[in-house]
């Protein structure tokens, strides 16, 4: 089977600008999630999709972190404005039912603000 | 405060030895815990999943043992190769939603 997509794969831009991460899960996968791993630190969980519903966002920052997945499939995060601690790697994954039995994750963006 | 450990420093080992990665946990009741593995630039990838009521699982060559009253986990792989030198991230599911929360990752290095 495919695997989680991810684009784009690097992203540079400057403080207060905006940008949007695009992912599309293996197909028949109904959880998706979005992760943040900052540099030597292990991914830390932003958002989880049951669907197209949102089922926890309690980390997500949601002053300027969005996310949505419209019709249940494709997916996309987006930071506006972005700020320097927003530099990170941003990994989708996706699971078929409840994640116990392992995540599938893409190869993540990898985000510099500068 | 909760917290899921993994040693920092990396772990330098010969290949043919066994490699021994451990996590801790706190204020934690996970029904759940698992371990990836991650390369430089790519996502994590799974790799086993323990039950609370398992006390070892095991595939291949790699071994996971889930002490509850300990607050632990080992993951170890045996006649380790330098192909299996990647950093390997444990994640528990914390409040029993079926969300996995990671560790920091332990980085292993294996020399030939």
């Known amino acids: 089977e495919a695997g989680v997509a991810q684009s784009p794969r690097y992203k540079i831009i400057e403080k207060r600008q905006s940008v949007a991460f695009w992912c599309n899960p293996i197909?028949?996968?109904?959880?998706l999630y979005w992760y943040q791993q900052i540099l030597g630190q292990g991914p830390k969980l932003l958002i989880q999709f049951q669907n197209n519903g949102v089922v926890d966002d309690s980390q997500l920052p949601k002053d300027r972190f969005s996310a949505e997945r419209l019709k249940g499939v494709d997916s996309t995060l987006k930071i506006q404005p972005a700020k320097l601690e927003d530099s990170a790697v941003y990994l989708c994954a996706s699971s078929r039912g409840q994640g116990v039995n392992g995540y599938t994750f893409g190869s993540g963006t990898r985000l510099t603000v500068v | 405060s909760q917290k899921i450990e993994q040693n920092s420093e990396a772990l330098n080992i010969q290949e043919g030895k066994t490699a021994t990665l451990t996590c801790n946990y706190t204020?934690?009741?996970?029904?759940?815990l698992q371990w990836y593995r991650q390369d430089p630039g790519r996502g994590p990838v799974f790799l086993l999943l323990?039950?609370?009521?398992?006390k070892e699982k095991r595939k291949e060559r790699l071994k996971v043992t889930f002490d509850t009253t300990l607050k632990q986990s080992l993951f170890h792989i045996t006649a380790s190769q330098p192909a299996d030198s990647a950093t390997y991230l444990c994640?528990?599911?914390?409040?029993?939603?079926?969300?996995?929360?990671f560790g920091s990752g332990t980085k292993l290095n294996v020399k030939p």
């Open positions: 994640a528990l599911d914390i409040d029993n939603f079926n969300k996995f929360y």
């Open positions: 204020n934690y009741s996970p029904a759940y």
């Open positions: 323990i039950r609370e009521n398992e």
């Open positions: 197909s028949g996968h109904a959880t």
